[in-house]
């Protein structure tokens, strides 16, 4: 296992770009207890050198880290807000796989949380959760119960045990990892994190699909608030440059000829899911965030088609960190929610173009791969 780990820096105070409370050069420690990372500096495969408009973490408030098993391809991504933040979740989609999204409800006592944990292991992966945790309750960040804080730390998984080792799965270690590995710097995109193992396209059977990964982007607006959005491409259907119109996995027909180790065996032709995380440090409510991810929804819908299917389990956690104090009127709130299906569909395909091959499967053709910087 490895931790994808990034340079020091960021718009912290203090400019270590590191959740409050990690110490300066920690290591990420794996499942053995050894050190799991690369050198503190360095880019790590599929950063993006002109990142434009930036990543996820443009939002402030909030860190996100990797910790990949390149051998096993699997692994989880980490989105962090040990301070706590308001957050809720739109799911669809006929094959969820969640922990916590109850929480997220009305009416519900707990009103943040303080990280979110998106994995590939199927349901093993929830364990990755603990690590978070974990990680966090050592720090002193959680919900205080007045004996105890306990950190709360929604998670959402995919399916890719067939693309590796089915055995290799993200684990309470590997969720401890990507925390460590966490900062503020832009997001390393590509099959790393939880999109290590992600397949796209097995709408077009084994011989059609493509690798796919993780992918950010983020956006200003002009009242000064920030969307950004991360996304787990891991889909079933087709994928498209909604700009262009151009197919990068598709048009659909459906072909069933296998061609890559474990397609013939069906492959993760049987369950998919892509994950998402948008978040604005523009202040929201609970109920007005539901709406933000239900929107978030359209950007998938965009550049996956066909998108939440019985086989897909798609999720969109909605965050906000309010460090912006203007809060948004009506029209503000509709801006917001327009911005974060637009980051949401860039995320989406950039999760694409970024993609690695690992696992014999082949990455969207050359002829598709061009420049996905803003």
């Not at 990142?51 to 051998?71: C, F, I, M, N």
């Not at 979110?116 to 119960?145: H, K, N, P």
């Not at 066909?306 to 009506?330: E, I, K, Y």
Request: proline share 8%; charged share 15%; hydrophobic share 40%.
């Amino acid at each position: 296992m490895t931790a994808e780990r990034t340079p020091d820096g960021g718009r912290e105070p203090g400019g270590s770009g590191r959740p409050p409370g990690q110490e300066a050069g920690a290591p990420a420690v794996g499942a053995a207890g050894s050190p799991a990372g690369g050198e503190a500096g360095s880019t790590g495969a599929g950063r993006d050198a002109d990142a434009g408009d930036g990543t996820l973490t443009r939002v402030e408030g909030l860190w996100v880290g990797h910790a990949s098993d390149p051998e096993g391809l699997t692994g989880c991504t980490v989105i962090l807000c040990p301070e706590g933040v308001a957050c809720a979740a739109d799911v669809r989609g006929g094959a969820p796989g969640t922990r916590e999204t109850d929480l997220l409800g009305p009416g519900r006592l707990v009103q943040q949380v303080h990280g979110i944990c998106l994995a590939g292991g199927s349901a093993f992966g929830l364990a990755a959760a603990q690590g978070v945790m974990a990680w966090l309750e050592e720090r002193g960040y959680g919900f205080d119960t007045g004996v105890a804080r306990v950190p709360i730390v929604p998670a959402a998984i995919l399916f890719d045990l067939a693309v590796g080792d089915p055995r290799a799965r993200p684990d309470a270690a590997m969720g401890y990892a990507a925390c460590q590995a966490a900062s503020r710097e832009p997001v390393q995109e590509g099959s790393v994190g939880a999109g290590t193992g992600a397949v796209i396209g097995m709408v077009m059977g084994p011989q059609g699909a493509r690798k796919g990964g993780v992918g950010s982007a983020a956006r200003f607006l002009p009242a000064g608030w920030t969307v950004g959005a991360l996304v787990v491409l891991n889909c079933y259907g087709g994928v498209r440059d909604p700009a262009s119109g151009r197919w990068l996995v598709g048009p659909p027909p459906v072909v069933s000829t296998p061609s890559w180790p474990g397609a013939a065996e069906g492959g993760p032709g049987l369950s998919h899911t892509t994950l998402v995380v948008v978040a604005t440090d523009a202040p929201l409510a609970r109920d007005d965030l539901y709406r933000v991810a239900q929107v978030a929804q359209t950007g998938l819908a965009r550049v996956i088609d066909p998108v939440h299917t019985w086989v897909d389990g798609d999720v969109v956690f909605a965050l906000s960190t309010a460090r912006h104090r203007q809060a948004p009127d009506m029209a503000g709130r509709m801006a917001l929610a327009v911005a974060a299906a637009q980051v949401t569909a860039e995320a989406a395909l950039r999760a694409a173009l970024r993609a690695t091959p690992l696992g014999g499967i082949p990455v969207v053709d050359a002829a598709g791969r061009r420049d996905p910087g803003r």
